[in-house]
Structure formats: structure tokens, C-alpha cells
């Protein structure tokens, strides 16, 4: 556990508000899509449809919301999402009406967008640059350790299958986002920054087209979250004879691996260069992770299958784990002094635009082409890999003309 949980002071402190609200999420996510359909009423399309108009919107909001972290100060910003959070998750509990549960949902997901851009904006605000990526493992590690338990309490209501149940479920994470909130309020501010005297734009990420290159090389990657959580039980029931709970037990590999691992795997990682490396590697191995995958749909029978399955998800933690590592650096190292909410902002839309992708993309080669649509997955993870380091070059680059002229400016 000590290598695990951030030393004392305002990385411990991050985390055990992470945990705080994973606690929450992960119930919330196991049961929140069988009390819109089975109590609401609303049908699977509907929830469908506003949930992806919503992860829409929150990927858009990240990047204004990561500004104005900047601008008005990434703990203050923090503790009002994480308060905002709690208020649109509260109103799941009295929203029956299709119009009024698009309008919270997409309220939700803003404010867990911006949240996610202003908690890493106070990261960066709080942690000495060498030690930012090593305690982002060690929050990714917490935020696995408590999604787990988390789910795990949602499987409960899931049994009960009551509403009471799921209402329990859902105020829960509404007091979890509460209690994240508070702890919040333990850290020291970091100072806002005030708005740019170089005469550049505000959102000044939107025109850096290298740091853009590197977020939707990093949302190609991150498609190995909707293969673990869509591909892998689709693969499994249409193309494998392993039984139907190995996408579970997948899930759970994946979840303990990453809590017990991250840390160590994120301690290759220590500059741009290594980062660069670390995420080509990820690829090559999230490819050899397809591979394996394949192998499973193939004639070696159900413990054959099993062990296929199992080997590759073990591969995949690890591919993912090193692009998770490699990913952090990046969106670091490469986020110019004061801006780092608006260009966390921009690089949390990785993740989001292989949420709100993923699924169609997933499903058409895993399940429509089978073998064939793994070896084209895993070309597309090589292939990502890298290339993120010619972008991480330009980007260099790129931000020493910036950091430059800034110089200039404020010296004249």
C-alpha cells in the first residue's frame, strides 16, 4: 500500500477524494442503466440516445470549464463541480420525465467533464512537475481500487432489483461527491493565473494542432476501454465456447491489475522522450493482446478459449497501463505555464471521443468481421503508438516558440 497511496500532503489528500467518488460512480455505473429502463420505464434507445447527446456535451465543456480553472483557481473550480456533480446526481432521484433526464444528464456529464479538467489542473498546480505522472498512477490506482468495491456494492441493489434500491445507490453518489468535496476543501488554493499579456488567445489548446494530434492519437488508444466493457462479452457469447462470465472475470483482471501495477508501470516514465516510448510499447502490446484475443474465437475448444482470453487481458492491462502512463507525461509536460485546466480539458476528450465512438467501431469489427476486425484493431493500436512520438517532437517544438515569444512579451 505505501507504494500504492501518494506520499502525505496534497497527493494523499487527491486521493482520498478520488476514492471518495469512485466509491459513488461505481455503484452508480453498475445499476444506473437498469433503473432507467426496469423502474423509469424509459426504453434502452432513449437512454442511449441522451447519454451520448451528454458525454457529447461534457467532452465539449471540458476545455471552457478547464479555463476558467485557470482563471478563477483549480480548487475553488474543483469543489464547486464536485458540489454541482452531487446537485445533478441528486435530481436522478425525482426525474421521471424523458425531457427533464436528458437535461440532467447532460448537466451531469458537463460538470464531470469539467471536474476531471480542474482536479488535474490542481494536480499539476499542487505536484512538482517530475512527480505528476508517478501520483497519476497513483490516483488511477485509487479510482480502480474504489470503481471495484463501488461496483460491488451496486451488484446488491442489482440483486435487490427494487426501487428503494437504486435510489440508495444513486444518493450514495450524490454523498459521495459531497464528501470528495470537503476533502477537497483541505488543499491550499493554487494561485489563478491572470488572463494573457502576449495578445494570444484564450483557448489558446485549440489551436495547438500538435497537442491535438496527440489527444485523438491517445482516443485511438483508449479504445481499449469499450473493447474490455462492449467487445469482449459481445466477442465472447457470438465467437468463443468460453462461458458468458469470462467478461466479467475480464473486467476484474483488468480492475485489480491496474490498482496493484500502475504505479510501477508508470515509473518508466519520467520525460517526454520515455513517454513517447513508453505509449509505442503499449501499442505493440495491446497488439499482441488482439492477437491472443483472436486466437480465442478459434477451433481450440472451451479451455483453450479460457486461456486465450485470460493471457490476452492480462497483455492488454499492460499495454494500457503503459499508454496510460505515457498519456499523463504528455498532457503535462506539453501544457504551457497557466494553461493547464484548458489543455487537460482538451485531453480528457481522448477518452470521451472512444466512449462516444468505440461501441460502432468495437462492434463492427469484433463482432460483424470476427478474426480480421482484431488484426485491423491492433494495427490501429501500433500503428497510434507510433506515432506519438513525431507529434510529441512537433509539439516540443511547437511550445518552445510559445514559451519564447510569452517571454518577449512580458519582458517588453
Not at 469543489?79 to 451531469?108: E, K
Not at 461501441?359 to 507510433?386: H, Q
Not at 509539439?395 to 516558440?401: D, I, Q, S
Amino acid at each position: 500500500m505505501s507504494r500504492i497511496l501518494p506520499p502525505a500532503g496534497p497527493p494523499r489528500v487527491l486521493a482520498a477524494a478520488q476514492l471518495a467518488n469512485s466509491l459513488g460512480d461505481g455503484a452508480f455505473y453498475a445499476c444506473s442503466a437498469l433503473f432507467f429502463t426496469r423502474i423509469v420505464g424509459l426504453s434502452a434507445v432513449q437512454v442511449g440516445v441522451a447519454l451520448t447527446v451528454a458525454w457529447a456535451m461534457g467532452m465539449l465543456a471540458g476545455v471552457p470549464l478547464g479555463y476558467l480553472a485557470d482563471r478563477w483557481g483549480p480548487r475553488r473550480t474543483t469543489v464547486t463541480l464536485a458540489l454541482a456533480t452531487a446537485a445533478t446526481l441528486s435530481t436522478f432521484l425525482v426525474v421521471r420525465a424523458y425531457p427533464v433526464f436528458v437535461v440532467a444528464v447532460c448537466l451531469y456529464a458537463c460538470c464531470q467533464g469539467g471536474l476531471n479538467s480542474a482536479r488535474q489542473a490542481l494536480l499539476a498546480g499542487l505536484v512538482a512537475p517530475e512527480l505528476r505522472t508517478r501520483t497519476r498512477a497513483q490516483l488511477q490506482a485509487t479510482l480502480n481500487a474504489g470503481l471495484a468495491i463501488g461496483a460491488g456494492i451496486g451488484g446488491l441493489a442489482l440483486w435487490a432489483d427494487t426501487a428503494p434500491a437504486y435510489l440508495a445507490v444513486f444518493a450514495m453518489d450524490a454523498a459521495s461527491f459531497l464528501a470528495a468535496a470537503l476533502v477537497l476543501r483541505r488543499l491550499p488554493e493554487v494561485p489563478p493565473v491572470p488572463a494573457d499579456r502576449d495578445g494570444g488567445p484564450r483557448l489558446a489548446v485549440l489551436r495547438d494542432r500538435p497537442y491535438a494530434m496527440i489527444t485523438f492519437l491517445n482516443a485511438i488508444m483508449y479504445l481499449n476501454m469499450p473493447v474490455l466493457s462492449l467487445g469482449l462479452p459481445l466477442w465472447i457469447v457470438t465467437h468463443t465456447d468460453a462461458p458468458k462470465p469470462m467478461a466479467a472475470a475480464l473486467l476484474i483482471v483488468n480492475m485489480l491489475s491496474v490498482a496493484a501495477f500502475q504505479v510501477r508501470v508508470a515509473r518508466q516514465v519520467t520525460d517526454l522522450r520515455s513517454a513517447a516510448r513508453t505509449t509505442a510499447r503499449g501499442g505493440a502490446l495491446m497488439l499482441v493482446a488482439c492477437l491472443v484475443y483472436a486466437l480465442s474465437g478459434g477451433p481450440v475448444g472451451l479451455w483453450g478459449a479460457i486461456a486465450a482470453l485470460l493471457v490476452a487481458a492480462v497483455i492488454q492491462v499492460f499495454g494500457e497501463m503503459m499508454q496510460g502512463a505515457g498519456g499523463w507525461e504528455l498532457s503535462f509536460a506539453l501544457a504551457p505555464d497557466g494553461k493547464q485546466g484548458q489543455y487537460q480539458g482538451f485531453y480528457g476528450m481522448a477518452p470521451q471521443i472512444a466512449r462516444m465512438l468505440g461501441p460502432v467501431l468495437v462492434t463492427t469489427l469484433l463482432v460483424g468481421w470476427g478474426i480480421p476486425g482484431w488484426l485491423v484493431l491492433g494495427a490501429l493500436f501500433l500503428l497510434a503508438g507510433l506515432a506519438v512520438g513525431p507529434a510529441v517532437r512537433l509539439a516540443e517544438r511547437g511550445l518552445a516558440r510559445r514559451t519564447a515569444v510569452l517571454g518577449q512579451a512580458r519582458a517588453g
